[in-house]
């Protein structure tokens, strides 16, 4: 299912990599995209190529053993590689410590995509959550705050008693003054700054990560 939705020039690139091979599919060049980018057709363009704002290079398709030296181009014979390190060895062969190098630079970049794909998952979250704040803010605050608030007040009290009757009796109680008080404008103005707080506080750590002073 990875493959297909990929997009249709992904599509034409994997299958240009298996047109000269006798027995790998497509599928098969695809699969040497580390698997934790495979189900983002966008991170798996990121990760082919490149992106210089996240530092993520463009690359190549490495024979292991060159065709100059009779490797074959299958897909079992080769990687994803940076352009420049690949076209800098020309016909010769990947080397033990070059795959390694390879695959450590993999890792990075793989690490860097998933960070930015979460940030930007957070980040919208953050703008859904402001923007719900202020067009159903009102309905919040007439409705849930009032209800909300009185069941966790009630509860705190219902806690702190041990005999049945002064649980339910101070409990209940509280939690109705509670929810009163949460209906009067004072009470309102209150759930609204602490909302406001929450929002801003979780802006700013987005902010702050990747703006620091």
């Known amino acids: 299912m990875n493959y297909v ?29 580390p698997s934790e980018l495979r189900n983002d057709p966008t991170m798996v363009e990121q ?18 053993e060159s065709e100059f030296n009779g490797g074959s181009n299958e897909a079992d014979n080769g990687f994803f590689e940076d352009m420049s390190v690949n076209r800098s060895r020309q016909a010769d062969n990947v080397t033990p410590d070059e795959a390694y190098a390879a695959e450590s630079a993999d890792e990075e970049e793989v690490a860097s995509l998933l960070e930015s ?56 109680l509280t939690g109705g003054l509670t929810a009163l008080v949460l209906t009067t404008p004072p009470g309102q103005i209150a759930v609204a ?10 802006g700013s750590k987005l902010i702050n990560k990747h703006f620091p002073a």
């Open 193 to 202: 700054g602490f909302v406001g707080y929450k929002l801003v506080r979780r």
């Open 117 to 172: 794909a979460s940030d930007v998952a957070e980040a919208s979250g953050w703008a859904t959550a402001v923007e719900i704040a202020g067009s159903a803010g009102e309905v919040a605050l007439d409705f849930l705050a009032p209800a909300i608030g009185g069941a966790v007040a009630g509860k705190a009290v219902f806690d702190h008693f041990e005999e049945p009757k002064d649980k339910w009796g101070w409990g209940s």
């Open 5 to 33: 939705n990929l997009t249709s020039s992904q599509k034409e690139y994997f299958q240009h990599l298996a047109a000269d091979s006798q027995t790998s599919e497509p599928i098969d060049f695809f699969e040497k995209v």
């Open 47 to 64: 990760y082919l190529n490149g992106d210089p704002d996240l530092g993520i290079t463009d690359k190549d398709w490495s024979h292991v």
